[in-house]
């Protein structure tokens, strides 16, 4: 019972930290906010900053989900599943959890934080990096078709990016809700339209000389 009050706590003091430096982050510019303005902000000690956070792009990389998630998602699949409709699935369903609890309304300053911060863009190729990699040895592990595998990967990966640019050009700075429902609608049908053409070229028979 202990225990679990104490991970609760523990759980409450890495979100209240994560949560006071977007806020500064997204207000101010990565590279202006240091680790000691946070720690101050959440009144918390700067050693209580990096026990929940290893290094300073951790606290604005605060969701392994976008590139840890695919993975975990082919990997929880049922046997036999198309995995390109299982990463459809896990994308759409990820959208709309974000929409959901408001975060994609602040999407354009997120990634012109990121623009403007080149430990950020480091880290951010880093994470899709991963996140690539990760994704074919999950494909790996349920089929031997490791060149497929690769290319399923490296292609979820071009249409994550085209996806996000096109969330971009959907949301208007300083979006209502109305219009960030409206973005929404229009993002899902582009995810359909991106995944079926994934789908479509990777179903194409080879060329016969």
């Given at each position: 019972?202990?225990?679990?009050?104490?991970?609760?706590?523990?759980?409450?003091?890495?979100?209240?930290?994560?949560?006071?430096?977007?806020?500064?982050?997204?207000?101010?510019?990565?590279?202006?906010?240091?680790?000691?303005?946070?720690a101050r902000?959440?009144?918390?000690a700067v050693?209580?900053?990096?026990?929940?956070?290893?290094?300073?792009?951790?606290?604005?990389?605060?969701?392994?989900?976008?590139?840890?998630?695919?993975?975990?998602?082919?990997?929880?699949?049922?046997?036999?599943?198309?995995?390109?409709?299982?990463?459809?699935?896990?994308?759409?369903?990820?959208?709309?959890?974000?929409?959901?609890?408001?975060?994609?309304?602040?999407?354009?300053?997120?990634?012109?934080?990121?623009?403007?911060?080149?430990?950020?863009?480091?880290?951010?190729?880093?994470?899709?990096?991963?996140?690539?990699?990760?994704?074919?040895?999950?494909?790996?592990?349920?089929?031997?078709?490791?060149?497929?595998?690769?290319?399923?990967?490296?292609?979820?990966?071009?249409?994550?990016?085209?996806?996000?640019?096109?969330?971009?050009?959907?949301?208007?700075?300083?979006?209502?809700?109305?219009?960030?429902?409206?973005?929404?609608?229009?993002?899902?049908?582009?995810?359909?339209?991106?995944?079926?053409?994934?789908?479509?070229?990777?179903?194409?028979?080879?060329?016969?000389?």
């Amino acid at each position: 019972m202990e225990t679990g009050r104490r991970e609760r706590k523990k759980q409450q003091t890495r979100q209240a930290i994560s949560d006071v430096a977007t806020t500064l982050f997204l207000e101010r510019g990565f590279d202006a906010v240091t680790v000691a303005e946070v720690a101050r902000a959440a009144d918390v000690a700067v050693q209580t900053v990096f026990n929940h956070f290893p290094a300073k792009e951790d606290l604005f990389f605060d969701e392994p989900g976008w590139w840890m998630g695919p993975a975990r998602a082919v990997r929880e699949a049922p046997p036999g599943a198309d995995p390109v409709n299982v990463l459809e699935a896990a994308y759409l369903s990820e959208t709309r959890e974000r929409f959901e609890v408001g975060h994609l309304a602040t999407w354009k300053q997120f990634v012109r934080t990121i623009e403007g911060s080149p430990a950020l863009l480091a880290r951010r190729r880093l994470n899709a990096a991963e996140m690539e990699t990760s994704l074919a040895e999950a494909l790996d592990e349920r089929n031997p078709w490791q060149l497929r595998n690769r290319l399923i990967a490296a292609q979820f990966a071009a249409a994550q990016k085209v996806l996000e640019e096109q969330l971009m050009r959907l949301l208007p700075d300083e979006a209502s809700a109305d219009q960030v429902r409206q973005a929404q609608a229009e993002l899902e049908r582009a995810i359909t339209e991106v995944f079926g053409v994934l789908r479509h070229g990777l179903a194409l028979p080879a060329a016969t000389a």
